[in-house]
């Protein structure tokens, strides 16, 4: 799909990393985790490859991974340093990021969705929805989570709503069709 984007003089900043896995349990009694991986970027889990870990107390460290097996959106990692089940609890809930640098560009009229995250959702009828708080897939499609200052609203991701897209300016302009946001929206 492509959308229509526009270029703006007014830059917002844009997350200087991005999280490409969360680590849901330990896996084994050797330090292995059980990776949810949320990058297709080849070599992304790669051996050698670092990546930065957010604990789920909120501390940062790196990590280098010393093993991996994929198997589509989930992967079996172990990480230098971390030899068995013990260690490997201990990561358990964490973030894996990397530098926003290191992720390519996004192809031409497709979006990452750290980039829709923290957009103004603005309609052609209604005015402002409110800002995207996540991206969802819910199995037939796209929906942005649009919590405005008193009500949240689940956005289709679809073209034929989609007016501009403007990352870079932090804004959606969206045309949804009558009643959908009465309809949608859940009160906050």
Not at 80 to 103: F, K
């Amino acid at each position: 799909m492509s959308w229509k984007s526009s270029k703006s003089s007014t830059l917002r900043p844009l997350p200087e990393t991005v999280t490409v896995g969360l680590i849901r349990k330990p896996h084994g009694v050797r330090g292995q985790v059980v990776v949810e991986v949320f990058s297709d970027v080849q070599g992304r889990f790669a051996v050698n490859a670092e990546v930065g870990l957010v604990l789920a107390n909120g501390q940062r460290r790196r990590g280098r991974i010393a093993q991996v097996s994929l198997d589509g959106s989930v992967a079996r990692v172990r990480f230098e340093g971390v030899a068995d089940r013990d260690a490997a609890e201990q990561l358990r809930g964490a973030l894996l990021e990397v530098d926003r640098e290191g992720v390519p560009p996004a192809p031409k009229g497709s979006y990452y969705f750290f980039e829709l995250v923290g957009c103004r959702c603005v309609d052609g009828t209604q005015g402002e929805l409110g800002r995207v708080e996540r991206v969802l897939e819910d199995g037939g499609g796209l929906l942005l989570e649009v919590k405005g200052e008193s009500r949240t609203l689940l956005v289709p991701f679809v073209q034929a709503f989609l007016r501009q897209i403007d990352v870079q300016a932090g804004r959606i302009d969206v045309d949804l069709p009558e009643g959908l946001v009465e309809t949608c929206a859940s009160e906050s």
